[in-house]
C-alpha cells in the first residue's frame, strides 16, 4: 500500500519549454502533497506545499510563478515549470500524505522522482 | 524552527557488519522521526520510523532508537548487505506545520 506514481521519470527539453510533472496517489487519498528538488548528492529541499483544493504554500527564496502547483483531487498534484531554463534542471520529487496531520501517524510516501534536463 | 544534523557522511561496511546512523534534532517538541533509503535515481523510501512515546523500534534487521532527553536517534543495520547500499536520510517534523526536515544524507556502502 502507500505507492505514489510520478511520471514523466525523465525530461529532456529545449530552453523556454514549460514542463508539467504528475504526481499521483495510486491507493490513498492525499490531503496534502509535498513537492522537492534535490541536487547531485545534496538532501531534499522542499519548494511547496501542496493542499487539495487550495493555493499551494511556497518555501522562501521559491518562485510560484515559475513553479506552478495544482491540486485539484486528492490523488493528483501536478508541477509546472514555466519557461525553463538550464538552472532549472534537477531531479523532482513528490510526496504524499494520507488524510491525517504528518504527527497523527502519516508518514510522507514519494514518488521516484523526475530528472529534468533544459538544454 | 526544527534543525536536523546528520553524521556520518559516508559510511564503508563490510558484508555481515552493522551500520549505525545518527541524527540530531533542536525541537524538543518533534514527535515522529522517519527513516528514508534513496538508491540512485529513485525517490526515498521510509524503511522505519519512530513516535516519540518509545525508545525503540525494530524490523527485521533494522532498527531505530529514540533519546528524548538528548534529542537525538539512529538508525542501526545489523548483519549489512550489499543490498543496503544506498543513501540514507533522516527527518524530523517542522515545529506547527505537516511537512519534514531532512538531514544532509548518509552514503552507505556494503562491501562484498
Known amino acids: 500500500g502507500a505507492v505514489v506514481s510520478q511520471h514523466p521519470s525523465r525530461v529532456i527539453c529545449k530552453s523556454g519549454t514549460s514542463v508539467k510533472i504528475e504526481c499521483r496517489s495510486l491507493d490513498f487519498q492525499a490531503t496534502t502533497m509535498f513537492w522537492y528538488r534535490q541536487f547531485p548528492k545534496k538532501s531534499l529541499m522542499l519548494m511547496a506545499t501542496?493542499?487539495?483544493?487550495?493555493?499551494?504554500?511556497?518555501e522562501q527564496g521559491v518562485e510560484k510563478d515559475k513553479f506552478l502547483i495544482n491540486h485539484a483531487s486528492l490523488t493528483l498534484s501536478t508541477l509546472t515549470v514555466t519557461s525553463a531554463h538550464p538552472e532549472d534542471s534537477s531531479f523532482y520529487i513528490c510526496?504524499?500524505?494520507?488524510?491525517?496531520?504528518?504527527?497523527?501517524?502519516?508518514?510522507?510516501?514519494f514518488g521516484d522522482g523526475t530528472r529534468l534536463s533544459i538544454l | 524552527g526544527e534543525n536536523v544534523e546528520q553524521h556520518p557522511s559516508t559510511l564503508s561496511v563490510q558484508e555481515g557488519d552493522s551500520a549505525v546512523i545518527k541524527c540530531t534534532y533542536s525541537?524538543?517538541?518533534?514527535?515522529?522521526f522517519p527513516w528514508y533509503k534513496q538508491e540512485l535515481g529513485k525517490g526515498p523510501q521510509l524503511i522505519i520510523d519512530?513516535?516519540?512515546?518509545?525508545g525503540e523500534k525494530k524490523d527485521q534487521r533494522i532498527a531505530v532508537t529514540l533519546n528524548k532527553t538528548a534529542k537525538h536517534f539512529s538508525l542501526h543495520i545489523t548483519e549489512t548487505q550489499p543490498e543496503d547500499s544506498a543513501v540514507y536520510f533522516c527527518a524530523a517534523p517542522k515545529t506547527g506545520a505537516n511537512n519534514l526536515f531532512f538531514g544532509t544524507g548518509t552514503r552507505l556502502t556494503v562491501i562484498p
Open positions: 501542496s493542499n487539495e483544493g487550495s493555493k499551494a504554500t511556497y
Open positions: 519512530i513516535r516519540s512515546n518509545v
Open positions: 525541537d524538543s517538541a518533534s514527535n515522529y
Open positions: 510526496s504524499a500524505v494520507g488524510q491525517g496531520r504528518i504527527y497523527s501517524n502519516q508518514p510522507q510516501h
